[in-house]
C-alpha cells in the first residue's frame, strides 16, 4: 500500500458498527473505497445506502447471479444448519418446550426448513420478493417482506434470532442488531453467520494487491463486491455484539460451504490447496458463526 493510502481517511460513510466518521482507505474495487474503521476495525465499503437503493439492489435477488448461491444447500449445508440451531437451543437461559425463532434476511428459507425440523416455530424477514415468496412456498411460514425496522412484531417475542449470511449486508447493523434485541425475550439467544476479514484468501489477495503495487485486484473484486457493505473480524463483531446489549455464547471459525460459492476451476482449485491451512489454522477460515445471549 501506497503512503498516499496510509494517510488518515474522512469517510463518506460513518463506521456502520460504531458511529466513528474517522478511517483508513485500504484500496479501491470496482471504483468503490474500502476502508478500516480507526475506532472499531471494522472494515467497510463507503457507499451511502438508504431504503430504496437497498430495496432496489435487492429487487431480483436469488434470481440472477446469485441463484447458485441459494441452490448451492446440500446436504453438508444442512448439516451445519443444523449445528448452528442445535447450540441455539443449547444456549437459551430457560428453554421453553416450544421456541419461536424469527430468521432476519430468511432467503429462499433454507434455515426455516431446518429450524422447523428442529421444533422451533418459524417466521422470517426477507425484503427480495421472489425470495419471501420462495420461502412461503417451501415453508409455509409467515415470511415478511420489508426491512427488520417496518415489521409489526410484538417486542420480547422471540427466543431466538438468526441472521445467516446477513449481517455483512445491513446498510445500519448497529441499528438492527438493537432492534434484533428487542425482539428478543430476557434469555434469548442471537446466532450470526458473516465471512471473515481475517480469512487467508483475504490475505493472499490483499498481499497480491500490494506486492504488485495494485496491478492484481481481481481477486479482491471477488471477495469485495457491492453487496456485502461490511467485512467483520472475530474482535469487531464480538465488539458489536456486547455493545448492543448481548453476551457472546460461543465462537466458531467455520470453513467455506464452497457449494454455495460462485467459484472458477482456478478459483476452486486455490481454494482446495488452502485446506490444509484452514484446517490446522482456525482464526483464518472462512466464516464467523456466533452466537450471544441476549442480557
Not at 455493545?243 to 466458531?252: A, E, R, T, V
Request: a positive charge.
Amino acid at each position: 500500500m501506497d503512503d498516499a493510502q496510509r494517510q488518515p481517511y474522512a469517510p463518506r460513510q460513518a463506521c456502520r458498527a460504531c458511529g466513528n466518521s474517522r478511517g483508513e482507505l485500504l484500496f479501491i474495487v470496482s471504483g468503490c473505497p474500502v476502508v478500516r474503521c480507526s475506532q472499531c476495525r471494522l472494515v467497510f465499503l463507503d457507499i451511502v445506502h438508504d431504503a430504496p437503493s437497498i430495496e432496489e439492489m435487492y429487487r431480483q435477488y436469488g434470481c440472477t447471479d446469485e441463484t447458485v448461491y441459494f441452490e448451492g444447500i446440500n446436504a453438508g449445508v444442512e448439516r451445519n444448519i443444523d449445528r448452528f440451531l442445535a447450540r441455539c437451543r443449547q444456549y437459551l437461559a430457560a428453554p421453553g418446550p416450544k421456541q419461536r425463532l424469527l430468521d432476519i434476511g430468511c432467503g429462499n428459507g433454507a434455515l426455516l426448513k431446518r429450524a422447523l425440523q428442529a421444533g422451533f416455530e418459524c417466521q422470517g424477514i426477507e425484503i427480495s420478493t421472489p425470495l419471501a415468496d420462495q420461502a412461503r412456498q417451501q415453508t409455509g411460514c409467515p415470511v415478511h417482506t420489508c426491512f427488520l425496522a417496518d415489521a409489526n412484531l410484538p417486542k420480547g417475542s422471540f427466543d431466538a434470532v438468526t441472521m445467516y449470511d446477513v449481517i455483512e449486508h445491513l446498510q445500519s447493523p448497529r441499528t438492527d442488531l438493537a432492534r434484533a434485541c428487542a425482539l428478543l425475550r430476557p434469555g434469548g439467544v442471537l446466532f450470526l453467520f458473516t465471512p471473515n476479514e481475517n480469512a487467508l484468501p483475504r490475505k493472499i489477495a490483499k498481499a497480491c494487491y500490494r506486492l504488485t503495487a495494485h496491478a492484481v485486484s481481481r481477486p479482491l473484486k471477488v471477495l469485495y463486491y457491492a453487496q456485502h457493505l461490511s467485512y467483520f473480524t472475530r474482535a469487531s463483531l464480538s465488539r458489536l455484539l456486547l455493545d448492543s446489549g448481548f453476551d457472546i455464547m460461543g465462537i466458531h471459525m467455520q470453513s467455506y460451504d464452497r457449494s454455495r460459492l460462485r467459484l472458477s476451476l482456478l478459483q476452486q482449485a486455490a481454494l482446495y490447496m488452502l485446506q490444509p491451512v484452514l484446517l490446522f489454522c482456525p482464526p483464518v477460515r472462512g466464516k464467523i458463526a456466533l452466537w450471544a445471549r441476549k442480557r
